[in-house]
């Protein structure tokens, strides 16, 4: 069974402050992404990485910045929260080649007061 | 990039009854369309996909059907029961990271 687990279930940050999200997957998964979602928008996409140390930019990435040492875990990282960042935030992992699935983890609620 | 729409933002239906939701996507490029379901507080799970090579899949109650003329692509879900209410999200990807581009989602609720 695929397990990709997030650090924190519910975050309270202040505006400013450096948030640091983890997701973890222990499927050996190559591929590893950070989504947000919000009502009526569906799930936007931060960062992606297929391999460690490697990182593509997707929809949304102002604002975050990303980090994979090692190929199970991958960070998304808020240099200064605002406000706006309220919100939502889901990982995922998907092995390379024709599997597409991605698997989700449990979610990160984060709100920046 | 790519552009996914997807119709309706909400749908309720009786217990029963065939739910079907609607999606379009942009780039012709795109060769992979999977559906995930979001219970309420879950995370978003697969429930089923269809490749670009095929024009309809069935997996019991649900169905995926395919147009790549018309670049859209529904979903099917017919004699729903309540645990079918849920959010859904369709998705386009050309491959690659395997890079997956959301629809805004379908609140979907099914009445008893």
């Known amino acids: 069974d695929v397990k990709v687990t997030q650090s924190s279930r519910y975050l309270v940050k202040r505006t400013g402050e450096k948030v640091f999200l983890e997701c973890v997957q222990d499927?050996?998964?190559?591929?590893m992404f950070w989504y947000r979602q919000d009502p009526g928008l569906g799930l936007r996409l931060i960062y992606f990485?297929?391999?460690?140390?490697?990182?593509e930019k997707g929809d949304i990435p102002e604002g975050y910045s990303v980090s994979r040492e090692k190929k199970e875990r991958f960070s998304l990282i808020l240099e200064s929260a605002s406000t706006n960042q309220t919100s939502m935030y889901l990982c995922?992992?998907?092995?390379?080649?024709?599997?597409?699935?991605?698997?989700f983890g449990p979610g990160t609620r984060l709100t920046v007061t | 990039g790519e552009n996914v729409e997807q119709h309706p933002s909400t749908l309720s239906v009786q217990e029963g009854d065939s739910a079907v939701i609607k999606c379009t996507y942009s780039d012709s490029a795109s060769n992979y369309f999977p559906w995930y379901k979001q219970e309420l507080g879950k995370r978003p799970q697969l429930i089923i996909d269809i490749r670009s090579n095929v024009g309809e899949k069935k997996d019991q109650r649900i169905a995926v059907t395919l147009n790549k003329t018309a670049k859209h692509f529904s979903l099917h879900i017919t004699e729903t029961q309540p645990e079918d209410s849920a959010v859904y999200f369709c998705a386009a990807s050309k491959g690659g990271a395997n890079n997956l581009f959301f629809g805004t989602g379908t609140r979907l609720t099914v009445i008893p």
């Open positions: 995922a992992s998907s092995p390379s080649g024709i599997s597409y699935e991605q698997y």
């Open positions: 990485s297929y391999d460690v140390k490697m990182k």
């Open positions: 499927m050996d998964h190559e591929n």
